[in-house]
């Protein structure tokens, strides 16, 4: 079974910060998703990446997918209090449904 | 724009009741999910649907648990006989298509309390 490990777990920063969180798995990813989820709400997709080294951008956040495909990791800057939340990553195609396999995910909060 | 629609928000049962959490899935879509996710522990895969049967389960869902797409428009996931470890939030999801970038669309959840 894959491992999602994802740090740092809690992530406090006050507003215009630079931080990056990260995700590991144990096995090499079919596709990689980060999410994030706001309280009480579902998670939204943010970014699929597929091709190892692969690096997107979205806005003030860079998504940076590993050579080997099996890390990856999210670059805010200037982080916003409306970045606070929930960001999860997860394999996306973990059988043959396509069913998620989620990280345990980094809280991040930022405040003014 | 179009979502994924899961009702009660929140449920509130008694330990060896029977819930029924409802989902409307986005209208053309064709492959659903329900996940679950208990306070503190990351979002776990429950079990997938598509053309009206249980295409994967995962280890958790085993034989109280039962999904079903009753008419056009509703998916259910109904848990015979609740335990308080069944309490955390329910989340459906629904997706167009079976590819990799297909992006899969969540509702905003139930969460069921067991009591």
């Known amino acids: 079974t894959q491992l999602l490990e994802q740090s740092p777990q809690f992530l406090s920063i006050q507003e215009g910060e630079n931080l990056t969180v990260y995700c590991n798995s144990s096995?090499?990813?079919?596709?990689l998703q980060w999410y994030r989820q706001e309280p009480g709400e579902g998670p939204v997709l943010l970014v699929t990446v597929v091709t190892g080294g692969e690096v997107k951008k979205l806005k003030r956040l860079t998504f940076q997918f590993g050579d080997a495909r099996k890390d990856s990791s999210l670059h805010i800057t200037a982080a916003q209090p409306g970045d606070t939340g929930l960001y999860l990553c997860a394999d996306g195609h973990s059988n043959s449904g396509y069913a998620l396999n989620f990280g345990k995910g980094t809280s991040l909060l930022v405040t003014p | 724009e179009p979502e994924v629609t899961q009702t009660p928000s929140h449920q509130v049962t008694q330990m060896g009741q029977e819930v029924i959490l409802r989902c409307v899935p986005i209208s053309n879509h064709l492959y659903f999910y329900w996940y679950r996710q208990i306070l503190g522990q990351k979002v776990e895969f429950l079990v997938s649907?598509?053309?009206?049967?249980?295409?994967?389960k995962s280890e958790i869902f085993d034989d109280q648990f039962s999904v079903e797409r009753p008419d056009g428009s509703n998916f259910t996931l109904k848990i015979r006989s609740t335990k308080l470890e069944d309490s955390a939030m329910y989340f459906c999801a629904s997706r167009g298509q079976l590819v990799l970038l297909a992006e899969a669309f969540f509702g905003q959840g139930t969460r069921l309390t067991v009591v």
């Open positions: 649907f598509y053309n009206n049967e249980i295409s994967e």
């Open positions: 096995s090499v990813f079919s596709s």
